[in-house]
């Protein structure tokens, strides 16, 4: 936090406790976790989560120990979550992608005092147990082990304890340069920052109101997170849900598939699916075009997408075959939530690259420092006003930078370029550190990145800057494609959007870009591809 700052009060809300009062007013049969043939209840979710809690404390850790979460989109990783909220204690994500150095680079760093980890990994974090003496609770995940005993025996009934508001839990983030960095996160701010998404309707100011929700609700969401836990927003989405007494629903195959999206969401009645762009919402789209009719959707109502913008024909396919759903693209980040929301259905779009700004949402000039309020126009860092993180684990320095004063008020700015329209609408320009500078303009990935994805017969795209002697760096193109592709009429495409000098000056066509498991863009690796496509030693 921020020296000398008073952040404004926020409702006193604690996950666990939140999760108490849900459990205790809605149907116990009611499914909590469904994962294939695995159906949680919600009883058995309440006494499963209330005993891993009790054996998380009595294993001796300390109000706010930080218990680090190593599994794939199983049950249980929202169990251990949970259980931790419930404790006091902070769960921590580890990127199930890691190799065992870096694993131990973020144990280090949160000061994990736990580890849960599925059996696939355990070769993988063997040696560290040794190596890191905070590391004092070892709970592999599988069908009959530790973790399956500890949540199956013991007392199950709420743990009647105080919690606070401030009970929180970090969330790495890679970011696109460096090493992961931990954000931290309190329970009142999470839960501040939940309630403002467009789609909640019910105003929701205290524990009664919150009570009286869930009693209300028979039919609470049913959300199918299609993209990784170990991510914010696929945890987020889900214990949103939860929280509201509604149901988790997680994919049974570790690889997207998305006829499996669509059989599950038939399946299980699922209401709501949240994916990370195109990379997800793309072969989606494909499989309603190829099998038209073969699925009963009519239960879903809502696709999210959050932290990466997919592109408007995607959108449109998804409308037609869905015309009862609302595609919500949420613009956000890792430090702060709800910077905007660009929503789409069958009779209404905010245009790609646009959104509606959150009831937070400011502008910062960025040679001014001056707060560009609702009403007015004006171009510069993406900011909002609390709640929102409270900075980054051990990193006074880039807290600093990232949480700012401006003009009195503290501020989250995490580094989006954004301007606000005479509409009141959000133009999202791009990253302030993924811009390339070439012959002295500046360019920013993220609107390349949109242009060619709008292009004929290019279905995904990455922009990279890669060194140049002449112009400081030169805009390199990755894409994927179809067969009709045609790089003149692409780049004739592109013309109409963007100025010349901002396109790619080539593009290099691959069978698959580089992303992480959350459908994020790969920066670094594709930096990497197209230094070695041209020759030049990375």
């Not at 009570?211 to 914010?232: D, E, K, Q, T």
């Amino acid at each position: 936090m921020t020296e000398g700052v008073t952040r404004p009060t926020v409702m006193d809300w604690n996950f666990g406790d939140l999760l108490d009062a849900t459990a205790a007013n809605v149907p116990g049969d009611r499914p909590a976790l469904i994962r294939g043939d695995t159906v949680v209840s919600w009883a058995e979710f309440d006494a499963r989560t209330n005993r891993v809690a009790r054996a998380m404390l009595a294993a001796g850790l300390p109000v706010g120990a930080r218990i680090a979460i190593l599994a794939r989109n199983i049950p249980e990783f929202i169990e251990i979550a949970c259980a931790a909220f419930k404790a006091r204690l902070s769960h921590v994500n580890i990127n199930y992608r890691y190799t065992t150095a870096e694993i131990e680079y973020v144990l280090a760093d949160c000061q994990a005092h736990a580890l849960f980890y599925q059996s696939e990994f355990a070769e993988l974090v063997a040696p560290l147990f040794d190596v890191l003496p905070d590391l004092t609770l070892d709970v592999q995940i599988d069908d009959d082990g530790p973790y399956a005993a500890m949540a199956r025996e013991g007392d199950g009934s709420p743990l009647g304890i105080p919690r606070s508001p401030d009970d929180g839990y970090l969330l790495y983030t890679g970011g696109t340069t460096g090493k992961p960095k931990g954000v931290m996160w309190r329970s009142g701010d999470a839960r501040t920052s939940q309630l403002e998404a467009p789609t909640i309707k019910t105003v929701v100011r205290d524990m009664a109101d919150h009570i009286a929700m869930v009693a209300a609700n028979a039919a609470p969401g049913r959300v199918i997170p299609a993209c990784p836990l170990m991510h914010g927003a696929g945890l987020n989405s889900s214990m949103a849900e939860l929280v509201g007494g509604g149901t988790a629903i997680l994919l049974p195959n570790t690889r997207f598939d998305a006829v499996e999206l669509w059989d599950e969401a038939e399946r299980t009645k699922a209401t709501r699916i949240l994916i990370v762009g195109d990379v997800f919402a793309r072969p989606m789209a494909q499989a309603l075009e190829k099998f038209p009719g073969r699925w009963d959707l009519s239960a879903m109502r809502v696709i999210s997408s959050a932290g990466l913008m997919w592109s408007r024909e995607i959108k449109q396919i998804l409308v037609q075959h869905l015309p009862q759903v609302t595609l919500v693209d949420i613009l956000g980040a890792s430090e702060a939530s709800g910077f905007g929301y660009a929503i789409t259905t069958a009779t209404s779009e905010t245009p790609t690259g646009y959104f509606e700004p959150g009831r937070q949402t400011v502008i910062v000039e960025v040679e001014t420092d001056r707060i560009v309020e609702a009403g007015q126009c004006g171009e510069g860092w993406l900011a909002r006003r609390p709640p929102f993180a409270l900075g980054y684990h051990g990193d006074p320095a880039k807290t600093a930078s990232v949480y700012r004063i401006v003009a009195g008020e503290l501020l989250a700015i995490p580094g989006d370029m954004a301007a606000r329209e005479a509409d009141g609408r959000l133009r999202l320009i791009g990253r302030g550190n993924m811009v390339i500078n070439t012959g002295g303009e500046k360019v920013f990935a993220e609107e390349v990145e949109e242009a060619m994805k709008r292009a004929p017969a290019i279905e995904d795209a990455i922009i990279v800057g890669v060194p140049d002697p002449t112009w400081g760096k030169v805009v390199i193109g990755l894409a994927t494609v179809t067969e009709e592709y045609d790089e003149a009429a692409a780049r004739a495409s592109m013309l109409k959007n963007l100025a010349a000098y901002k396109l790619p000056k080539r593009i290099i066509v691959l069978d698959e870009l580089p992303r992480h498991a959350s459908g994020k863009s790969d920066y670094r690796r594709a930096l990497e591809i197209a230094q070695a496509e041209l020759g030049l030693v990375a």
